[in-house]
């Protein structure tokens, strides 16, 4: 069971939004920015973004993050069939060793 | 362009070790750590560590401790990971990752993914 909590699954039609959230404690997402990942079927996740809400280069701005306390959000507009997927959230916790631990949310199935 | 590209699929018996590879390319090894992890079918992604080739610092995810090893040889620009003493539920696709630096820590570029069978 994944630390970070994600809806199993979201839907909504072409053109439409819809918002996923991921839920932690103040240990992870209340200490540390938050990542989003797109893993399209059969594919190896994307960075969709990071540091919250920050776009990587070539990322459309249909996508959008924000965070508020130990709740972090992913927010896509516009919703294309080419939009389904399965989204993780990701964050960094501190660590006994210091380097930091890598929680991951359990994944949203976005259907369209 | 930043490639990581992985070693092929793996079928393994259970008590096994499995080496997978993950050359990079298109940016300085150095600098940037490498991070692991794996996906169950059906399931979520799994965190399994990470690794820094800068100053050699590691990091691994706590059950998997004394059967997982990250190296790097900076050499070929690449980077490996070794489980040990395989079991059935070690069965996934493992990923290699790049770090990157921004206000935090975050994965942006990733390999295509390997797959490890564990079967008897």
């Known amino acids: 069971q994944s630390v970070l909590t994600q809806p199993p699954s979201v839907s909504a039609a072409p053109g439409e939004m819809v918002t996923i959230s991921c839920s932690g404690i103040?240990?992870?997402?209340?200490?540390?920015?938050v990542s989003w990942y797109q893993q399209l079927p059969g594919t190896a996740p994307k960075l969709l973004i990071y540091?919250?809400?920050k776009r990587p280069s070539g990322i459309p701005d249909r996508f959008s993050g924000s965070l508020s306390g130990t709740s972090a959000t992913l927010v896509i507009t516009g919703l294309q069939t080419g939009d389904e997927a399965n989204y993780f959230c990701?964050?960094?916790?501190?660590?006994?060793?210091?380097?930091?631990?890598?929680?991951f949310g359990g994944g949203t199935k976005v259907t369209v | 362009q930043v490639h990581l590209v992985q070693s092929g699929a793996e079928v393994k018996k259970p008590g096994a070790s499995v080496k997978v590879s993950c050359k990079t390319s298109?940016?300085?090894?150095?600098?940037?750590?490498i991070g692991w992890a794996r996906q169950a079918p059906g399931r979520g992604l799994q965190w399994l560590g990470w690794?820094?080739?800068?100053?050699?610092?590691?990091n691994y995810e706590q059950s998997l401790q004394g059967r997982l090893t990250l190296t790097t040889d900076a050499s070929t620009s690449t980077a490996y990971m070794e489980l040990r003493n395989l079991r059935s539920d070690d069965t996934a696709v493992y990923y290699c990752?790049?770090?990157?630096?921004?206000?935090?820590?975050?994965?942006?570029?990733w390999g295509q993914g390997t797959l490890v069978t564990v079967s008897s």
């Open positions: 540091d919250n809400n």
């Open positions: 990752a790049r770090v990157a630096y921004f206000e935090s820590r975050t994965f942006d570029h």
């Open positions: 103040s240990s992870n997402i209340g200490n540390d920015y």
């Open positions: 990701g964050t960094w916790k501190n660590s006994l060793s210091g380097g930091g631990d890598v929680l």
């Open positions: 298109g940016y300085t090894f150095t600098s940037h750590d």
């Open positions: 690794l820094s080739d800068h100053n050699g610092d590691t």
